[in-house]
């Protein structure tokens, strides 16, 4: 498989097509030209909570990945986020080293053919990051990949990227609400509560508290508390 030549493509063909719907239709004829089945451009947006995904994937994985907040978990982000390269991934690999959550992770999408791939991540506005994956239910050979091609997919993703940050019309996107009590134990958090006083003043476990807490970030996408509130307090959650 020449990776170079499907990035020209898709750099081709973004620049080329004239409306969105023609861009996806092209983009998913490469994909399939190319030997995979399924694409993904995946906008991870933590400043507004407007995380969203273009793609072809089965709608009811894309609505469990966005509902249960499979992007603090999926391991190919985190990969992503980490590499910020080009890169090669297989569910029977990735399964190896994972933790109890991972592999629960790997199995549900395993059961919708997503099982090898190609992932490009790239760094777009205020340090955020989108990435855009070519998925298949066959195993891959292992690969890495070379400078050039890294620097011909990451072009492909910017130019994307540039096509579709601003869709009208995501095949998915993720709802940050929180639930009754993530809200109350952030407006403690807000009022200089740790999380021994609010496990006290709520008569709750501590550990209960903490799992509320990381949930927090893992729905609004953020790294620390301070994140989490600042970002909840600009979209009204609490």
């Not at 991870?44 to 994937?57: H, K, P, Q």
Request: hydrophobic share 40%.
């Amino acid at each position: 498989m020449n990776m170079r030549t499907l990035f020209h493509d898709m750099i081709d063909s973004t620049a080329t097509t004239s409306t969105e719907d023609s861009l996806r239709a092209a983009v998913a004829r490469i994909t399939t030209k190319y030997g995979f089945e399924r694409f993904a451009y995946l906008n991870l947006d933590a400043v507004s909570a407007r995380s969203f995904a273009v793609s072809n994937y089965p709608q009811d994985w894309q609505a469990m990945y966005f509902g249960r907040s499979y992007m603090a978990l999926d391991p190919v982000v985190t990969m992503g986020k980490r590499m910020m390269r080009a890169f090669q991934w297989c569910v029977d690999e990735q399964r190896r080293r994972a933790t109890k959550d991972e592999r629960g992770f790997w199995d549900a999408a395993s059961q919708f053919g997503i099982r090898a791939g190609v992932t490009v991540p790239i760094r777009v506005c205020f340090g955020q990051v989108a990435m855009l994956t070519l998925a298949t239910s066959q195993n891959l050979r292992p690969r890495e990949f070379c400078e050039t091609e890294c620097a011909v997919a990451a072009t492909s993703a910017t130019f994307l990227h540039s096509r579709l940050v601003s869709t009208n019309c995501p095949t998915t996107q993720r709802q940050p609400g929180l639930s009754d009590r993530e809200a109350l134990c952030l407006g403690w958090i807000a009022a200089g509560k740790s999380m021994q006083d609010i496990a006290e003043i709520l008569g709750l476990n501590y550990h209960t508290v903490r799992w509320d807490l990381d949930n927090i970030r893992a729905k609004l996408n953020v790294k620390n508390l301070k994140q989490a509130l600042s970002l909840a307090l600009q979209l009204g959650l609490i």
